[in-house]
Nanobody, 123 residues
Framework: QVQLVESGGGLVQPGGSLRLSCAAS????????MGWFRQAPGKEREFVGA????????YYADSVKGRFTISRDNAKNTVYLQMNSLKPEDTAVYYC????????????????WGQGTQVTVSS
C-alpha cells in the first residue's frame, strides 16, 4: 500500500517555473515507477511523464518534453516534477501516481493516486 500527497502547486506567470513534490508513505515506494498526470476543467486526465523505480529512466509526453523534468529521491520517498517555461495551457490539477511497470501512459493502469495540486499559469 502506498499513500501519495502532492504539494507545490500555485499561481505562476507564463514563462515561470514551479516544482511539484509527491511524498509517499509505505516501505515499498522505491519499487514503484511513478507517473505524473494532469487534468484541466472539462478535459480527460492527461499523461505528463513517468520515472522508473531507480530514477534512471524517464519518459515524457510531447507537450512537456524539454520543459518538464521528473526526478526522485528514494531515501526521502519523494518524486518531483520540475516545470519550466510554463504556459497557460499547462493550467490543471496535477496528480502523481504509482505503478509497477514503466513506462505506462494510461491512467487506468496506475494503482495509487494522490489527491492532486492545482497549478495555474496566468498573468
Amino acid at each position: 500500500q502506498v499513500q501519495l500527497v502532492e504539494s507545490g502547486g500555485g499561481l505562476v506567470q507564463p514563462g515561470g517555473s514551479l516544482r511539484l513534490s509527491c511524498a509517499a508513505s509505505g516501505r515499498t515506494f522505491s519499487r514503484y515507477a511513478m507517473g505524473w498526470f494532469r487534468q484541466a476543467p472539462g478535459k480527460e486526465r492527461e499523461f505528463v511523464g513517468a520515472i522508473n523505480w531507480s530514477g534512471g529512466n524517464t519518459y515524457y509526453a510531447d507537450s512537456v518534453k524539454g520543459r518538464f523534468t521528473i526526478s526522485r529521491d528514494n531515501a526521502k520517498n519523494t518524486v518531483y516534477l520540475q516545470m519550466n517555461s510554463l504556459k497557460p495551457e499547462d493550467t490543471a490539477v496535477y496528480y502523481c501516481a504509482a505503478i509497477w511497470s514503466f513506462p505506462i501512459t494510461a491512467a487506468t493502469m496506475y494503482d495509487y493516486w494522490g489527491q492532486g495540486t492545482q497549478v495555474t499559469v496566468s498573468s
